[in-house]
C-alpha cells in the first residue's frame, strides 16, 4: 500500500516524503486547492468579457460550462487532499483526480472556444469571423499553468495539456477557410510555434524541477551529516560529563599520570584511601608519598616493567596512608595514548584491599586453627582410642577367661553382663572413631575380590539370634542372577549392612524383616548393588526422615531409648555408602515401618581371586600351632598375662619383652618363629623395633602388630616398617589363636626385610 506516512524524521527522510509518489500528489492537491477561488474568478472575468464582447449568452454559457468543471475538480481535489493526509492509498485518487483534470481541461477548453461555437450553434456574434487569438491566448495560459502542475502529478497535466492542445486544432479545422488559404497555413505556423514554445517551457518547468530537488536534496544531506554530528557531539559531551561525575564520585580512587610518572589528576577518594589531597599529589609521582617501607620491590619492579610494555596491568600493592597505617591497594593500570599518539598516559584504578586482606588473613588463621584443632581431636581420639582399648583389652580378655572356668549360674549371669558391656562399650568406641576418621577424610577402603553371597549369608546369619529372640522372621530375598564375586571392600559393606538390618530388628516389635538384594549393570561397566531392607517395626516420623543421618541423632529419644542405641550408626554407614560411591535412602510409614535402601557400586569379580574371608569357628586348643616360638613384646603387664593365659594350653614356646628395646635383643636371642608386637612401648617402639629386626641379618620372624592404635594410617605405618599382619586390640582367645595358627604355615620361611 502507497501511503503518505512519514517514513523518518531526520531531513533525509523528510525530503524523501517530499519527492515521493505520495508527497508530489499531496503537493500537486494543496497548490491546485490554494488557487481554486483566484481561478474561479479568472473564469468569471472571462466571462463577463465574453458576455459583454460577443453576446451575454456567450458569457453565461462560457461560465456555466467552466465554472462547473471547476466546482467539480475543485471539490473532488478537496477530498482527496484529506485521504492522503490520513495515509490512504493514492493510485485510485491520482486516476479520479486525472478524469476530474480531464474533465477541467476540457471544459476550459470549451470554455475558451466559445466565441466558436456560439456564434456556429447559435448564429450569434453575426457574419463576421471570429478571430482565434482569444481563445489560443486562454488555452496557452491555460497550458503554462498546466505545465507547471506536471512534475507533482504528470497524468493530470498530461491530459489538460492535450485538451488545450487539440481545441485550436479543432477550431482551424472545423473553420469556414479553405486549407490552402494564407492565412490558414499563417494560423497553423503561428499554432505550432506556440506548441513547440510550450515544449520548450514544460522542458524548462521540468528540468528547473530537477535540479531544485537534487538542490534540496543536497542540503537535507547536509543537514542531516550537521544534524548527526551535533548528536554526536552531545551524546559525546553527555558521556564526558558522565565520566567525569563516575571519576569523580567513584568509590575507587582514580589517578591521571602522566608519561613522566606524575599525577595530573586525582578523585575524591584518592584523597579519602590514602589521606592525600589533589594538592599534595599533584605533580609528584604517587610512589613518593604513598610507598611503605615494606613495599615488595617484585611488586615495584613488576608495575615499572608494566608501564614500560604498555600493556595494561593489575596488582596489588602495600602503601602507606598519610597518617601512617598500612593501605593494601589493588591498582588496574591502563595505558592512554596522547592526541599526537606519542605521549602515553595512565589511568590507574585503585581499590582499597585492606579489609578484605585482612579477612583472608583472618581466614587462613581461623583455617589453620582449623587444622590444628582437627588435628589436635584426631591426636586425642587415637590417644583415647589407644588408652580405652588397652584396659578394654584386659576387661574382655580377663572376662573370656573368665567364662570359660567353672562358674555358678549368678556368676555366669555376671561374667556374660561383663563381656557383653565391654562389647557395646567397644562398638561405641569403634563407631566413634569411625565418625572421625570420615570426618578426616582419613577412612580408606580396601578394594578386593569378594564372594557376595558368602558375604550376604555371614551379615544375616549373625543378625539371625537377634531377630530370632525377638520373634520376627528375617528373610532374604535375592535375584536369581545376582553375581556371586565382586570386587569392593566387602568388610564396609559388612559394616553398613550390619548396622541398617541390626536396626530394622531393633525397631521391629513384631512382624519380620526382609533384605531383598537386586543388581543392575553400571554406566561404567561394572554393576549398582540393591539392597532394600524393609521392617514392619516402629516407622519414623516425616519431618526426621533426613535428621536420623545426622550424628547422634535419633528420632524420636525416648522410643530410642527404649531400643538403645547411640546415633551414630547411620551416619557412619551414610558417609561410607558415599566414600564407596553409594547412596542410602529412607521410606518410612509412621507404625508400618520402614525401608532402608543402600545402593553401591561394585566392579564384577572373578571366582579364581576371590579371597575367602576367615569364617573358621575358632580352633580350640592347639589347633594348627606346633611348638612355634612366640614372643610377645608388650609393656602392659595385663596384656602379657592375658595373652600367656590365652596361650597357657597352647603347643607354643612363650617369651616376654616389655619394651621394643629388649624385643630387638630377644628377638637375637630367643629366635623367634612369630613376634607379637605391640606398637606403643617404652624405650623403643615397636615400629623401631621391627625395623631394626628386619634390617638385622638373622631368620625373620613373621611379625604381627598386637595394638590399641586403630587408625588406618597406623596400619600402613606397621606394614611399611616390615610387619606382616595388623591385629587391634581387644583381641579373643579365639581371634588371637587364628592369627597364630594362619602364620604357623609359614613358620620358618625366610622373611626379608
Ligand atoms: P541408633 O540406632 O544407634 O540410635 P542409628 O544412627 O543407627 O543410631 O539410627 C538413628 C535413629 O534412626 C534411630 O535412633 C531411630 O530413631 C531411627 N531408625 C533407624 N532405623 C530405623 C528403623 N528401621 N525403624 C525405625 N527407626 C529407625
Same mark, same amino acid.
Given at each position: ?240 560529563? %558522565? ?385 612355634? %616360638? ?60 621391627? %625395623? ?62
Amino acid at each position: 500500500m502507497t501511503t503518505h506516512g512519514k517514513s523518518g524524521t531526520g531531513p533525509l527522510a523528510q525530503h524523501h516524503d517530499r519527492y515521493s509518489l505520495d508527497g508530489l500528489f499531496l503537493r500537486y492537491l494543496r497548490g491546485q486547492i490554494r488557487i481554486f477561488w483566484p481561478r474561479i474568478g479568472f473564469v468569471a472575468l472571462v466571462s463577463l468579457v465574453l458576455g459583454f464582447v460577443v453576446s451575454p449568452l456567450a458569457g453565461v454559457l462560457g461560465m456555466t460550462v467552466a465554472s462547473t468543471a471547476e466546482v467539480i475538480d475543485g471539490l473532488y481535489l478537496r477530498y482527496a487532499r484529506r485521504k492522503v493526509e490520513q495515509g490512504a492509498d493514492t493510485r485510485a485518487l491520482r486516476i479520479v483526480s486525472t478524469i476530474t483534470a480531464l474533465l477541467h481541461g476540457t471544459a476550459f477548453a470549451v470554455g475558451a472556444a466559445t466565441p466558436f461555437w456560439v456564434s456556429s450553434l447559435f448564429g450569434d456574434g453575426g457574419q463576421q469571423a471570429v478571430d482565434p487569438v482569444f481563445t489560443v491566448g486562454l488555452l496557452a495560459g491555460g497550458a503554462i499553468n498546466a505545465g507547471l502542475t506536471y512534475p507533482f502529478h504528470k497524468p493530470a497535466a498530461i491530459v489538460r495539456l492535450c485538451a488545450y492542445a487539440l481545441t485550436p486544432i479543432l477550431i482551424l479545422a472545423t473553420g469556414r477557410g479553405s486549407f490552402d488559404d494564407m492565412g490558414f497555413h499563417l494560423q497553423l505556423a503561428g499554432l505550432l510555434i506556440l506548441y513547440g514554445a510550450l515544449i520548450w517551457h514544460l522542458t524548462f518547468v521540468v528540468r528547473s524541477f530537477s535540479r531544485i530537488r537534487s538542490i534540496m536534496l543536497t542540503q537535507a544531506l547536509q543537514q542531516q551529516e550537521l544534524e548527526g554530528a551535533y548528536q554526536r557531539l552531545l551524546s559525546q559531551q553527555v558521556e564526558a560529563k %558522565r565520566l567525569a561525575l563516575v571519576a569523580r564520585h567513584a568509590n575507587d580512587s582514580v589517578l591521571l599520570i602522566d608519561q613522566n610518572n606524575k599525577v595530573q589528576w586525582v578523585n575524591e577518594a584518592f584523597t579519602r584511601i590514602t589521606g592525600y589531597s589533589f594538592e599534595e599529589i599533584q605533580g609528584r609521582e604517587p610512589g613518593e608519598l604513598l610507598n611503605h617501607p615494606q613495599t615488595n620491590q617484585d611488586t615495584l619492579d613488576k608495575l615499572i616493567e608494566g608501564r614500560r610494555a604498555r600493556q595494561p596491568f593489575r596488582l596489588e600493592i602495600l602503601n602507606r596512608h598519610k597518617d601512617g597505617h598500612d593501605v593494601w591497594l589493588e591498582t588496574n593500570q591502563v595505558p592512554i595514548l596522547g592526541n599526537q599518539g606519542g605521549e602515553m598516559s595512565y589511568i590507574a584504578i585503585e581499590r582499597d584491599m585492606t579489609a578484605a586482606k585482612q579477612n583472608a588473613q583472618q581466614l587462613e588463621e581461623a583455617r589453620l586453627a582449623a587444622e590444628e584443632g582437627g588435628r589436635a581431636k584426631s591426636d586425642f581420639l587415637a590417644t583415647m582410642s589407644h588408652e580405652i582399648r588397652t584396659p578394654m583389652n584386659g576387661v574382655i580378655g580377663m572376662a573370656q577367661l573368665l567364662e570359660e572356668t567353672d562358674l555358678d549360674g549368678d556368676q555366669r549371669l555376671y561374667t556374660n553382663t561383663i563381656l557383653s558391656s565391654a562389647k557395646t562399650l567397644l562398638a561405641l568406641i569403634n563407631d566413634i572413631l569411625d565418625l572421625s576418621k570420615l570426618d578426616a577424610g582419613q577412612i580408606s577402603l580396601n578394594p578386593c575380590n569378594f564372594d557376595l553371597h558368602q558375604c550376604l549369608e555371614e551379615t544375616i546369619q549373625l543378625l539371625l539370634t537377634q531377630a530370632e529372640a525377638k520373634g520376627l522372621t528375617l528373610e532374604v530375598e535375592r535375584d536369581v542372577d545376582l553375581p556371586r564375586y565382586l570386587v569392593g571392600d566387602d568388610h564396609r559393606l559388612r559394616q553398613i549392612l550390619n548396622n541398617l538390618v541390626g536396626n530394622a530388628i531393633k525397631f521391629t516389635e513384631k512382624g519380620r524383616v526382609k533384605v531383598s538384594v537386586e543388581m543392575e549393570p553400571a554406566q561404567d561397566g561394572g554393576v549398582l548393588l540393591n539392597c532394600a531392607i524393609i521392617d514392619t517395626g516402629i516407622g519414623i516420623p516425616k519431618d526426621m526422615l533426613t535428621g536420623i543421618f545426622e550424628r547422634f541423632s535419633q528420632a524420636d529419644a525416648a522410643i530410642s531409648r527404649r531400643f538403645g542405641g547411640s546415633g551414630l550408626g547411620l551416619a557412619i554407614s551414610r558417609r561410607l555408602a558415599e566414600a564407596m560411591g553409594g547412596r542410602i535412602t529412607v521410606t518410612s510409614e509412621i507404625g508400618s515401618g520402614s525401608c532402608f535402601t543402600l545402593v553401591l557400586p561394585f566392579a564384577l569379580g572373578s571366582t579364581a581371586e576371590a579371597t575367602a574371608l576367615p569364617n573358621q569357628e575358632p580352633k580350640g586348643g592347639n589347633d594348627g600351632l606346633s611348638g612355634e %616360638r612366640i614372643l610377645v613384646a608388650e609393656d602392659n603387664r595385663v596384656n602379657r598375662l592375658l595373652i600367656q593365659k590365652f596361650l597357657k594350653d597352647a603347643s607354643v614356646e612363650l617369651e616376654f619383652a616389655h619394651d621394643g628395646a629388649e624385643a630387638v635383643d630377644k628377638a637375637k636371642l630367643f629366635r623367634p618363629d612369630i613376634i607379637l608386637m605391640d606398637i606403643s612401648m617404652p624405650v623403643m617402639d615397636g615400629l623401631e623395633a621391627t %625395623r631394626i629386626i628386619r634390617a638385622s641379618g638373622q631368620s625373620q620372624p613373621v611379625i604381627v602388630a598386637l595394638t590399641a592404635n586403630a587408625f588406618d594410617s597406623d596400619r600402613e605405618a606397621c606394614l611399611a616398617a616390615g610387619m606382616n599382619e595388623f591385629v587391634t586390640k581387644p583381641i579373643s582367645k579365639s581371634q588371637l589363636l587364628e592369627v597364630l595358627a594362619s602364620f604357623s604355615d609359614i613358620q620358618g620361611v625366610q622373611l626379608t626385610g
